[in-house]
């Protein structure tokens, strides 16, 4: 028998598990909640652009070019415009098979092994692992409820000319994030152009959430306070309409997206996702938005409702401004990576701290999701996870009702 | 302003150029004829599935797991059981973003800068052009009609093993090679598994092609000959039903697949897509790709006659088997790298045969495509070809009509 074990090289990948189904009780992942995909207006939007455009699937980039349907980079240019206060034209908008893939192709334009980056100290799981994947230094900046501490940054900055090492980019998810929750200031963002312009470190700004805050207004991009090209900017559907469809955007202006594209092998971005969305937004993403936002803040409440009932006031957390998740800091007893082993058992999966942080607090913290449980599923899954956590660190001391 | 030049590496790759439109004569890329999209039994898939299951979208990967969708994996491992006499599961096939993204993890699971791997010398400019950003050394065996010349093949295994050298895989298009548009006999077949068993080396199988087939009878794939789990074999439904719907797939005993499916980081391959192609697979795969064939054949036909009327016996060609190409040896004073450069500014696209050669040969070697280009294009596209080709290297001698 062929054995792959003796063609793989040293810094091969863990090999995949076969896959289950999904944990009882999904507190991990992007998800949405099943009730919340507008399947009958996609349906009638598929509908429209197919008979009108079917034709145009025979070319690779329809009749776009590989930048990606031109329809879809207008809504965004103008959902931009009008959302987060950035002007951009169809041309400086790459359409990506997701937030992910923008990662990717932002790295790989950017870094090499043992470069150096910026980025908030307690962040999203998929970013860290890439950096850590392709052997890219981090340097972590404390986060306050108001965003990047601006004080520490600039010393970072400072620390880092005086040792002759250029960062690649500062990396910034400003609006909802990932994973504590908040929202930068309005200052903060200026800040940050300001001493990305004075160091001369571009500014990678994921801006994945920003469709989900709950109540609040939407703070300006900080792209939007940008007129001299030092920030790449992100952003997706997969939260905003359906994770399943894998449709995100970069913007950047052109003498930089001409150089990310060219990593962009992929001969594009599936085309019928990119023709529905652009026939859906034009005339529902603002009114489904609305609604989402409401179902989640709703889980939410759900959610914090559940922690407080079960954990009392062993689970330190801060309310979410928006988004889909919880950010928890547990007694520094609880090792919440052994927490997570032992709760996935019993079909509670948790994100643990430690592949959301680069400092040592992460070892104790946890991310919870809530936009795919229902509102029973959250109950029944946090005062089970409860039970475990008090059997194993004895932690909370007493669950209340049991 | 922000220099994006300060911050790329040496190995950069060149900056894109602003698109502007698809040449007049498009005879490059993997194109469909717009009148060949079945239009209206997609909607009708698409239709029938959102409907069922649209809800599943608020998950990545559906209720399929990290593989793909399940149905659409369930009707490839039918397809590939009748058509290609594969046998295997719905567990040893991953759904990809189309094939490139199969190069891409194949390559990301068995190669690492200077590897060596074994290649038909005419290939892929795709693949080519990956291996050459990989860092990996290829060795060319020479094509003959009927597929890989098997001795060459196995004098290249013998002299690597004499130097200590393993080769990471040979890679094989065997139907409808790409460029030559040859098949592989089955004898040949069957030879390559018994030097990959003997020599250790796995073979990678490009299928995409072979569901293309113009009326020869689609031989049983190498993969079915395989017992022991030594091929990984891929395919794609660009060619068969639309290049825009980026889906392509690979086959591999799970201890291989397993390896490969780490490194598939883009969270899923668009799943509208997926429903959609197994919907419409399901009813209408066959029907389909009969109607397409009989198009291509036209198609080539018509690519045939016109390179015969405007370059006579200066353009030697095998007529293809199938597929949307064909490969033409000029003599050996045509550079077609500058009569791309001259054709191009003219408004004709060709493939000069340099980046789909590892040989020298490859110079004075064209491959065009006829997949996109209506039978008038193709017969003006060739003879203004004719013309530049005369101008500048007095080949053809004369033209007809002219």
């Given at each position: ?8 090289h040293?810094n091969s990948l ?42 145009t699937l025979a070319k690779y980039g329809l009749e776009s070019g590989p930048q990606g349907y031109l329809?879809l980079r ?16 169809e041309e400086e908008i790459l359409i990506v098979s997701g937030s992910l893939q923008a990662l990717d192709l932002v790295n790989q334009t950017f870094l090499k092994k043992?470069d ?10 998929g970013t860290?692992s890439r950096l850590?994947k392709l052997g890219v ?31 690649r980019y ?34 990678f ?27 790449v900017?992100c952003g997706s559907?997969s ?6 469809l894998r449709v995100g955007y970069l913007v950047a202006?052109w003498p930089v997206l001409s150089r990310i594209l060219p990593h962009k092998t992929d001969a594009g971005t599936g085309s019928l996702e990119q ?128």
């Amino acid at each position: 028998m062929f054995n792959i074990n003796n063609f793989l090289h040293s810094n091969s990948l863990s090999p995949a598990l076969e896959w289950k189904g999904y944990p009882k009780y999904n507190f991990i992942g992007g998800h949405n909640d099943n009730e919340s995909i507008p399947v009958k207006s996609l349906k009638e939007s598929i509908d429209n652009v197919i008979l009108k455009e079917g034709k145009t699937l025979a070319k690779y980039g329809l009749e776009s070019g590989p930048q990606g349907y031109l329809p879809l980079r207008s809504f965004i240019a103008d959902q931009l415009k009008n959302s987060a206060s950035i002007r951009c034209s169809e041309e400086e908008i790459l359409i990506v098979s997701g937030s992910l893939q923008a990662l990717d192709l932002v790295n790989q334009t950017f870094l090499k092994k043992d470069d150096t980056v910026i980025i908030e100290e307690e962040n999203y799981g998929g970013t860290i692992s890439r950096l850590n994947k392709l052997g890219v230094k981090m340097i972590g900046v404390p986060l306050e409820q108001d965003g990047m501490n601006i004080t520490e940054l600039e010393r970072t900055l400072q620390n880092l000319e005086i040792k002759g090492i250029k960062p690649r980019y500062i990396y910034t998810i400003p609006t909802i994030q990932n994973p504590t929750g908040t929202i930068m200031s309005i200052q903060k963002r200026k800040a940050l152009i300001t001493l990305s312009k004075k160091y001369n470190v571009p500014i990678f700004e994921d801006d994945c959430y920003a469709d989900l805050i709950f109540e609040k207004e939407r703070p300006p991009a900080i792209k939007s306070f940008d007129d001299d090209g030092y920030v790449v900017y992100c952003g997706s559907f997969s939260k905003s309409i359906a994770p399943a469809l894998r449709v995100g955007y970069l913007v950047a202006d052109w003498p930089v997206l001409s150089r990310i594209l060219p990593h962009k092998t992929d001969a594009g971005t599936g085309s019928l996702e990119q023709m529905t969305l652009a026939e859906f937004c034009k005339n529902n993403f603002n009114a489904h938005i609305k609604t989402l936002r409401a179902e989640l803040k709703n889980k939410s409440n759900a959610m914090c409702n559940a922690i407080d009932k079960y954990f009392g006031s062993s689970a330190d957390y801060i309310k979410p401004d928006g988004g889909i998740f919880i950010w928890i800091n547990m007694p520094k007893n609880v090792d919440t990576s052994r927490l997570y082993d032992l709760a996935l058992k019993q079909g509670v999966a948790i994100n643990p701290g430690s592949d959301w942080s680069i400092n040592e607090n992460g070892r104790h913290k946890i991310r919870l999701c809530f936009g795919n449980p229902s509102a029973l599923e959250i109950d029944e899954g946090i005062k089970l996870l409860a039970q475990i956590c008090q059997k194993e660190f004895g932690v909370p001391v007493q669950i209340a009702n049991l």
